[in-house]
């Protein structure tokens, strides 16, 4: 039998998964992407089509990692943006701190408040400060997208960086409400015992 499943070829994570070289994207597009992906690669189907099991399992293994990888990289809007920077030979300096004095004292407060909010289970502090942090996020991937278009790259790894703590910051939220909601439904569940 001949072998029918090429291993995974591609310029890049967009080419992978069938995107325009851009940061605006359709997440439905790229979810749909996934499962196409997924399902290509599932160890039963590449098996089916290769005669060696053992080479057929590492391929599957080996384009499910990068699978994994493209969909993480271009999911979020900071690893997208340092992607795109990567690719355009920009990326150097973008671990270095962030310069912006009014944004560090802006990211701080806020770090600070939901620090206190997710000490205190307090679940209104942080529902009111998750759309502030969504609405800073949409700023910088606004400014990110501008910049990089115009090929400002200073700007645009400037807005990559404060992206990067949007989205740590965003994911601490959102862990955070998880957790009260969990807590919420244990003691739902005590009721029961």
Request: proline share 3%.
């Amino acid at each position: 039998m001949a072998d029918l499943i090429p291993e995974a070829q591609f310029d890049n994570f967009f080419a992978l998964f069938e995107q325009p070289v851009q940061f605006e994207l359709s997440q439905d597009s790229l979810d749909q992407h996934l499962r196409l992906l997924q399902k290509r690669y599932h160890p039963d189907n590449v098996a089916k089509n290769l005669t060696d099991k053992t080479k057929a399992q590492q391929q599957s293994e080996q384009a499910s990692a990068l699978i994994n990888q493209g969909y993480q990289t271009l999911s979020a809007p900071d690893s997208r943006a340092a992607y795109l920077l990567d690719m355009a030979g920009q990326a150097q300096t973008l671990e270095n701190s962030i310069a912006d004095l009014e944004f560090l004292e802006d990211a701080m407060e806020l770090r600070i408040d939901l620090g206190e909010a997710i000490d205190s289970n307090d679940r209104p502090e942080l529902e009111k400060l998750h759309p502030q942090i969504l609405q800073r996020l949409n700023n910088q991937s606004e400014r990110f997208n501008a910049t990089y278009q115009n090929e400002e790259w200073s700007a645009a790894i400037d807005a990559t960086q404060k992206l990067k703590f949007l989205v740590k910051l965003d994911a601490d939220i959102t862990t955070g409400l998880d957790d009260i909601a969990s807590a919420a439904q244990t003691d739902d569940d005590d009721l029961y015992v």
